[in-house]
């Protein structure tokens, strides 16, 4: 296996990786040994964070993608997909959070989809990039 697709490999596991441990123990966790304002506190402290590390682990796959020389170019879409998506769902946190804070539960519940629903997709894209190569 080539050097390119063994570090894209890495990268996207450790994105997936990270988003899949965030849904299945962090979320229960919180959901489960917190009350409503410590939820809130915590999540908006996680977040942000979660969000940057995942840009932080797409800039670096770009990066190494082009330091290597890829050439199959669905790694440069995985790459700058696993760098944008992130990138927006940090981006809509103020608004989000704003909405909620404000009792705008339409708005609220709109950007909450659309952060999820990208996280989602950034989850999807790195664990099948692979099968189309």
Known sequence: MHDAIK???ILSGIIAG?????IVIIAPSIFKL????????LLRH????LFVFLSLLGFISITCNFLIGVTIYIQYLVSALSFIIPSICYLIIPE???AKDSGDGKKFNILHKISVTLTMVLLLINLLWLFFI
């Open 46 to 49: 996680i977040f942000p964070r």
């Open 7 to 9: 570090t894209q490999l």
């Open 34 to 41: 917190l009350g409503a304002n410590d939820i809130r506190n």
């Open 18 to 22: 990270s988003i899949i441990f965030h």
């Open 96 to 98: 989000t959070n704003k």
